[in-house]
């Protein structure tokens, strides 16, 4: 596997849940000064500073791209990797670590195969809205919580949002590269952590929402929608976005 | 013309009653016919509501549809009662008498009160379009027409995938030798499976190679 997985944390030295939810082995990111507290905690893992300058998940995700060529990005909440096509009362969970490595590393090499420069897993959570026919995608929304970049992918985050990057960096691809690879048979949970302590959720809150859809909405027109409330989801944050592309 | 309203029915040319510029009203087909049914056997039982109101002289507030009727089946002379508001008021009545029964555009009407006039008149708010937030009338104010990164589909531009699958060793030997699968190293102790891709251009290639030596 070329990309180096590399988790971003802040503000959780001693609650990583990937560590034991998807694969003890990877590159912490953390803040400068809160190093010293992940390295007591994660004395087995290689911890990067980022630099002082750095601040917020946007510029924490572009020192990423600057600092690796290939990477695979997982947040530090990954609950759980579970299976989308399973039938009902079979197990779900994909629990070793091995395998969820070769999940990664497989659509990694798909992506590879096909030239897509951006690659990942669905970010649906109902297996109910699994379509059997339709194992990959290749246009979509990739969740910055797993999502990789293959070398030479050109991409860069624009520093003016502030939740909304992975939206951008989605489309930005789309735009930039045309397609990526997006396996659909998996798909990573994180915990409901919107507003919970830590992480992006800091960054987090109803205006930056809205704000941020309407600067995506500048930035690529028509291809963003403000979501719509469904029956499956009836309570949505004003200001929650879709992405919608004019080909598949 | 008094500008106190009587209740007395007059009958006038039918060209004198002028639909109103706003009229929310639809009607069905269906709808259209019973009432043409209806005016064909009872006649025009029901007076026109008409303004009185400078600068609104004649418009019509009641009645769109069966004046509409009746010209469809050449009358020559229609029931009027006279009415005697402004614009504004002229507006609600308009969607006040007509409320029961009425088949409305919504567009429409959310142009001629404001909401809680509305819901006073009779209508619901699950009738009434969706009111816009600040933040959806934002939104909506956008222009989409030019976004710093427009994506438009190249031509023909779509992405997809056939799998070939192989049921023995020796049909998937075959299919490696012939498409020039590399071996993946990685997947020694592989639990997932192995994807080997060939994009379709190579795979014409190797296609037309493979018959020229068969």
Known sequence: MDSKIVVLSKGRPDRILTKTSVTDKFILVVPHDEVDQYKEYNKDLEIIAQPQEVRGITMARQFVLDHFESVFMLDDDIDYVRKMYTEEGEPYKVTNQEMILQIIEQNESIAKQCGAKMFGFTHV????????????????????SHTGFL???????????IEGEDHFIS????????????DNRYAFFTKDNWKSNGGCSMDRNDENLKR??????????ECVHIKNATNMKKNLFEGERTLKFPYK | MSKIPDLEIHWVDIEVPIASEYNPRKITPKKKKELMESVQKYGLRDPLKINTFKGRENILISGHQRLSVAKDLGHKKVP???????????????????KSGGVFDMEKVITLADREKLFEIGFSDSE?????????????????????YPIAPKFSEHYDFV?????????????????ELENKQSYKSQQVGECRIVKLKEFMKLYEKWTAKS
Not at chain 1, 171 to 176: D, R, T
Not at chain 2, 165 to 175: C, K, P, R, S
């Open chain 1, 171 to 182: 489309a930005y691809n789309v735009y930039k590269n045309r397609f990526m690879i997006i």
């Open chain 2, 80 to 98: 009027v009662t006279y009415e005697y508001m402004p614009m504004d008021q002229e507006k609600l009545m308009n969607l006040t008498w007509n």
């Open chain 2, 163 to 179: 799998m070939i699958f192989t049921e023995n060793e020796i049909d998937y030997m075959w299919l490696k030798n012939t498409f």
């Open chain 1, 212 to 221: 941020d859809t309407l600067l995506l909405r500048e930035l690529f027109g």
């Open chain 1, 151 to 161: 070398k030479g992918h050109n991409l860069k985050y624009d520093p003016r949002l």
């Open chain 1, 125 to 144: 959570r109902r297996p109910v809205a699994y379509n059997p026919m339709k194992p990959f995608s290749f246009t979509g929304f990739l969740n910055g």
């Open chain 2, 128 to 148: 009434l379009p969706k009111l816009l937030s600040d933040f959806e009338q934002k939104f909506e104010d956008i222009d989409t027409d030019t976004p710093v």
